[in-house]
């Protein structure tokens, strides 16, 4: 018998979640409403009492932060090669230039000892990510920031429910942006919430949020600033409502699975496995990286033949065709391209069992053993 196929990754949603979706879609209110309110409120309260306002996905969240932070044309912004391309997709939506950094290629984050060498006059914000749910180092990232003068905007997609210093991220920071991504931690299907300073208008907010109207007690209206359409639903908003009593769970979850796997992979395989933390990291992704050479699309095809679901986060971004075409070119940050090139995302969700971390395991045994001989 087929062994039932095993994704990288499935959201857990329970049936009361379910009920209560059922319930805002009869009650005829279901774009934002009282919902939305109530999820800001609970984000809010998880985030130490900062201001959140939530959105209709992360990269929302980034554009909306940027132009809080007053970043336009002429400035530059860093971040890391090693992403999802909407991290600096977004600088180039608001007229800014990306600058990028090459990444640790043990912690696979933005290296920090190479950021501030970085720094322009041009330079008016940092992007760090929290790459698979592993935070930046806060502590060096601000330091190096307040001592230019930079603003810092969270890129903490990946990183809901992780923490620093024992503190949850967002609890603390400058601008804090999350992404509730059907694949992330915490779902609501689509959206975002960006946590905001305390320098920062969240009635500004709230109208680049939704094309700028500033309504008035007599019914009028005015717009003042360009805003957007980012607004998040009501049935989006109680579905993070329902996820949020499970974070915890999910995060210890996800821990014991992230153990497991550091158990069963067996070093002599030759992959080369993430960090080990177990204090900070939210383990939203399990990612290893094949040995040098060998076919990554040859390697994906034979796991899925054996039932298993790979994924790849992420190329390296600056070799996409846009990004050559500002001049960007292979060779610039090896580390983030070696990476790109090997990396791979094995299975990892709250609903996985013991059984199906072992299976991945004798799975990679075989295949890696048959491909080997394809490593060039």
């Known amino acids: 018998m087929t062994a039932t196929f095993l994704p990288f990754t499935r959201p857990s949603i329970d049936e009361e979640t379910i009920a209560e979706v059922a319930k805002v879609l009869r009650s005829g209110w279901i774009t934002s409403g009282p919902k939305v309110l109530a999820f800001e409120t609970a984000l809010s309260d998880y985030c130490g009492g900062h201001p959140v306002r939530v959105f209709n996905s992360g990269t929302a969240t980034l554009e909306v932060a940027l132009r809080l932070a007053g970043v336009g044309a002429g400035d530059t912004v860093i971040t890391t090669p090693l992403t999802w391309v909407a991290t600096a997709n977004v600088i180039l939506e608001v007229g800014a230039t990306p600058v990028f950094v090459d990444v640790d290629p043990v912690t696979r984050n933005i290296d920090l000892d190479k950021l501030e060498a970085a720094v322009t006059p041009q330079t008016k914000a940092i992007i760090p990510v929290d790459l698979a749910g592993l935070p930046v180092d806060r502590d060096r990232l601000y330091a190096i920031a307040h001592k230019h003068g930079l603003r810092v905007i969270e890129d903490a997609a990946q990183a809901f ?3 620093w210093n024992g503190q949850p991220i967002g609890s603390s920071g400058d601008f804090v942006s999350f992404s509730f991504h059907a694949n992330k931690n ?3 299907s689509e ?3 960006l946590v905001l300073p305390a320098d920062i208008d969240t009635g500004l907010c709230e109208r680049l949020r939704l094309q700028g109207v ?3 007690p007599d019914g009028g209206m005015d717009v003042d600033v360009l805003g957007g359409k980012f607004n998040l639903t ?3 908003a109680t579905i993070g409502l329902g996820q949020m009593k499970h974070l915890a769970a999910f995060t210890a979850r996800r821990r014991e699975l992230a153990r497991r796997y550091f158990a069963g992979i067996d070093p002599a395989l030759g992959l080369e496995l993430p960090v080990a933390d177990f204090s900070n990291s939210n383990w939203h992704m399990f990612q290893v990286l ?3 050479g060998m076919d990554r699309g040859k390697f994906i095809a034979a796991m ?3 039932g298993i679901g790979i994924g790849v986060h992420y190329p390296a971004l600056h070799l996409f065709s846009l990004y050559r075409a500002l001049g960007f070119r292979e060779g610039d940050f090896p580390h983030a391209e070696d990476i790109g090139h090997r ?3 094995l299975p990892l969700f709250p609903a996985m069992r013991d059984s199906d971390v072992d299976r991945v395991c004798i799975a990679l045994v075989g295949v890696l053993a048959a491909k080997a001989s394809h490593v060039t």
């Open 191 to 193: 959206g975002g919430a």
């Open 343 to 345: 990396t791979i995302t």
């Open 186 to 188: 915490l779902t609501t």
């Open 234 to 236: 009501d049935i989006a």
């Open 214 to 216: 500033r309504r008035f």
């Open 161 to 163: 429910g992780a923490s």
């Open 304 to 306: 899925k033949e054996k």
């Open 290 to 292: 094949l040995p040098a």
